[in-house]
Nanobody
């Protein structure tokens, strides 16, 4: 069974930084971060391939967010810099049996809240 546990969310000021961590279990899979702002649908943020050699980003976070992984530690990270109030959302870690660029997710964590104050 695949388990995904997010941590690192919290309250930060406009322009601040946070690093989210997703602790994974089981075999290495493509992992993504998605978010759901209040009152809106869940949206793709970033994804990383099983090896970590390929990464993908939503246009809204390119050049601000960086996804990475440490397969030895079974962890995937999302470094978020220059945060904006519109980044406020519940952030979810997800894993896939497909390639990362497919943006199809089979397994989900329970989410971590990120709030950016203006």
């Amino acid at each position: 069974q695949v388990q995904l546990v997010e941590s690192g969310g919290g309250l930060v000021q406009d322009g601040g930084s946070l690093r989210l961590t997703c602790a994974t279990s089981g075999q290495s899979r493509a992992v993504g971060w998605l978010r759901q702002p209040p009152g809106k649908e869940r949206e793709f943020v970033a994804a990383i391939s099983r090896s970590g050699g390929s990464t993908f980003y939503a246009d809204s976070v390119k050049d601000r967010f960086t996804i990475s992984r440490d397969n030895a530690k079974l962890a995937v990270y999302l470094q978020m810099n220059s945060l904006k109030p519109e980044d406020s959302a519940v952030f979810y870690c997800a894993a896939s049996d497909y390639a990362a660029e497919k943006n199809k997710w089979n397994y989900w964590g329970s989410g971590t809240q990120v709030t950016v104050s203006s």
